[in-house]
């Protein structure tokens, strides 16, 4: 009891205070919404024993609702949902719910989203707050699909766009009852054992790894111009050269890594967020002189590309290559791409415009990410150091 305590007072003070706000900036639906899937992960929290000492049986699908649920988010953002959902409903939706989507996309998709990693770090430590917030993803998913499939055939006039909304939420809904099942399920989960890759196999997943990189910064290009590419592609360049050093030759512990990976993406969304309400694309877009639309912006920035990197999360659990440089790559971004905001980002304004150093979009919350990088960075090397010693020996 002395262990479930803290976590206890926690859950309750945070689910309050997450009521209210979801009703003060979204309205009642929302706040509704955060009460039941709250109060039934309470539930179940409670009514399933937390085994000591033993990895959840959950990580997978748990990772897999953060997944399905940002490409939901993508599908909505496509259709209009949240101004669809403001007009349909318009008393359980505040009138700036759906009128921008920025309100919708902090309330609805960036906060649980956010959420939702950073419990991911308490959960594979088998932290008692963390099997809450497992219960509290899976209910979440249930009810999310839930809502889709209303507002798809349950009102008039919703663009459908060829029901990938639909998809999305029938694999939300599979993946809650698998979460669900597993959570249930008490037994010990352990990831696959390590297996080091030959030199061919290195260097084919290079190969790939640089075409992800050259597509994703060509993309990226269009649409936002070379400030952003030099920063991305630099970090997976860097990340490509590190991992080839490090994890391509014993990969990382994910037991160990894990946490910090989803703790580090969870600082990162909650920086998006940041992003998002002050308009960085604009902000970019003024010191470069190449526009940066916002749907660009949101479904590159906010919605798939942070799909990709939970996917590397579930990979670098099954110690796979992809998922051992989706996380050097984002150590590496974390640590010297994410300080750009205090050091170069403003400081091209200031010599553009004649003005003071001065904020720039992102400024407040671009080093916290920086704090588990640095922390995951050292651990691998350390790792990596201890089995060239045994190697060697």
Do not use: C
């Not at 906060?111 to 707050?129: D, I, Q």
């Not at 009810?143 to 798809?152: A, D, R």
């Amino acid at each position: 009891m002395a262990r479930l305590l803290p976590a206890l007072l926690i859950i309750v003070t945070t689910a309050l205070t997450a009521i209210a706000v979801a009703y003060v900036v979204a309205g009642p639906g929302l706040a509704l919404e955060v009460m039941a899937v709250s109060g039934l992960a309470f539930i179940a929290w409670r009514a399933v024993p937390l085994q000591e000492a033993a990895v959840p049986h959950a990580i997978v699908p748990y990772l897999g609702i953060v997944i399905v649920g940002l490409l939901l988010a993508a599908a909505q953002y496509w259709s209009g949902f949240a101004a669809h959902l403001e007009a349909e409903v318009p008393a359980l939706f505040s009138v700036h719910y759906g009128s921008t989507e920025v309100v919708w996309l902090l309330a609805s998709v960036i906060a649980p989203t956010t959420l939702m990693l950073v419990g991911g770090y308490f959960f594979v430590r088998n932290h008692p707050l963390g099997h809450y917030l497992a219960w509290w993803t899976v209910g979440f998913a249930v009810v999310s699909s839930i809502v889709q499939w209303g507002v798809e055939f349950g009102t008039g006039a919703y663009e459908h766009n060829y029901y990938v909304g639909t998809l999305a939420a029938v694999a939300e809904l599979g993946l809650g009852i698998v979460g669900w099942l597993r959570l249930v399920d008490r037994r010990i989960e352990r990831p696959p054992p390590a297996r080091a890759e030959d030199r061919r196999a290195t260097n084919l997943w290079t190969m790939l790894f640089l075409a992800f990189g050259l597509i994703y910064g060509v993309m990226l290009f269009t649409e936002a111009g070379l400030l952003p590419v030099g920063v991305i592609v630099g970090s997976m360049v860097g990340g490509i050269m590190a991992w080839r050093r490090t994890t391509a030759h014993a990969p990382a512990d994910p037991v160990k890594l894990l946490p910090l990976y989803l703790l580090m993406l969870g600082l990162f969304y909650f920086h998006v967020a940041e992003e998002t309400l002050t308009g960085f694309n604009h902000a970019i877009a003024a010191i470069t002189g190449t526009p940066w639309d916002t749907p660009e912006f949101t479904y590159f920035i906010v919605l798939i590309g942070p799909a990709i990197w939970v996917a590397g999360g579930i990979s670098l659990w099954l110690r796979q290559p992809f998922g051992n440089f989706i996380l050097w790559f984002m150590i590496i971004g974390m640590i010297l791409g994410e300080p750009t905001h205090l050091v170069v980002f403003p400081v091209i304004a200031m010599f553009k415009y004649g003005i003071g150093y001065s904020y720039f979009s992102g400024m407040f919350t671009a080093l916290f990410p920086m704090i588990p990088a640095i922390l995951a960075a050292v651990a691998i090397v350390s790792d990596s150091r201890a089995q060239r010693s045994v190697s060697a020996s």
